[in-house]
Each structure stands twice: as C-alpha cells, then as structure tokens.
C-alpha cells in the first residue's frame, strides 16, 4: 500500500509538471503540438486518478471493475485518445501526416477494443483487451527508430528520438509480461469474485 502510494504520488507530480510546462509552452508558442502533450499527460493523470481510486477504496474497485468486464467504455477511450495523440505527435515529429494504414490499425485498434468485451468473462478475455495496445506502443517505438535517421542530429529532439523509441519497445514488452503474469497468475475473474490489479507498474 505505502509503495503504491509513494509510486502514484511521484507520476502524478511527474505528469503534472510535464502537462504544466508544455501548456505554458504551448500559451507562449501557440504550438498545436504542446497543446496535444497537455492532454496526453492530463489523460495519464485523470486515468492514474481512477486506479488510485480502485486502490485506496475497495466499493469504487468492486464496482469499477464489474464495470470494467461488461462495458469498459472508460479504458476505451482512454487508450484511443493516448494512441491517437501520440500517433499525430510521432508523425509530425517527423513532418509527415498520418498515412492511410495508420488510420486502419487506428480503426481496426478501436473495434479491438468494443467487440473483445463480448467475450465471455476469464483471463483471456482481459489479457487479449490489452494486448494490442502495448502493440502500438512498440510499433511507435520502431517508428521513430526506423525514422530518426530524418531528425538533424544535433537538434534537441534528435538527440532524444533514438532514446525514446527504444523505451517505447523495452516498456511495451515488458508490459506484456507483466500483464501477462498478474492477468494469468494474479487476478480473479469470477463472476462472484472480481480481484483485477488495475496499475501496471512498467
């Protein structure tokens, strides 16, 4: 619990002073694309809120996670508007606009996502739901190594795309695991007895 609470407290001060110094970017630049790491990192604090909630108090937990099993409209839009962000942020990093394929995994993501929790209620069906998202991110992550060739090396941001794309890869397989083995090992998906870890620590 104390670790939960240390960790939770450290990413929402982290978030907050991101979200905080690209608005007051964005307020002095009109740059669109500050204004979308605001609501990128606003999305990580608002969704971080939610899980702390689902921690700290064992009603809202029980009655999110029933929720979460017949309808998770909430993670739904959530993971949609991160991957969308962070796709239109990728792609102008690069000054490119979002090509036809993207926007197919975008719309194939988004009927992943509605019709998986269809399926009946077990491990598989919560552990299929996530998946794809860490998918993306590592797809986003080769993007950027496969396109960082096209950054000038001594901008700002061409010294850090290489960084970023590899974190992208390693924490998105490495949430994979991690889902994998809380999903399998940790959670209880009985219809009498729901037990879901709601924060994944990668």
């Known amino acids: 619990m104390m670790f939960n609470y240390i960790y939770t407290t450290f990413l929402t001060i982290l978030y907050t ?73 990728v792609t102008e990093l690069f000054e490119e606009k979002i090509k036809t394929y993207q926007y197919g995994i975008y719309i194939a993501f988004a009927l992943w996502l509605i019709v998986v929790p269809f399926m009946a209620n077990s491990a598989l069906k919560v552990w299929l739901y996530y998946f794809p998202s860490q998918l993306l991110t590592v797809y986003l992550g080769i993007y950027l190594l496969s396109h960082n060739r096209k950054m000038i090396p001594k901008s700002s941001l061409g010294k850090y795309t290489k960084l970023i794309g590899i974190l992208a890869i390693t924490l998105g397989l490495a949430i994979v695991v991690e889902d994998t083995f809380i999903i399998y090992y940790r959670d209880i998906y009985h219809t009498n007895m729901l037990k879901i870890h709601n924060r994944n620590v990668s």
């Open 17 to 89: 002073i991101l979200m905080s110094l690209s608005l007051s970017l964005y307020l002095k630049e009109r740059k669109k694309n500050y204004l979308l790491v605001s609501l990128y990192f606003l999305l990580l604090i608002l969704n971080g809120l939610i899980v702390t909630m689902s921690e700290t108090f064992q009603i809202f937990a029980n009655d999110y996670n029933r929720q979460f099993m017949v309808n998770p409209i909430i993670e739904t839009i959530y993971y949609l508007a991160t991957f969308g962000i962070a796709l239109k942020l």
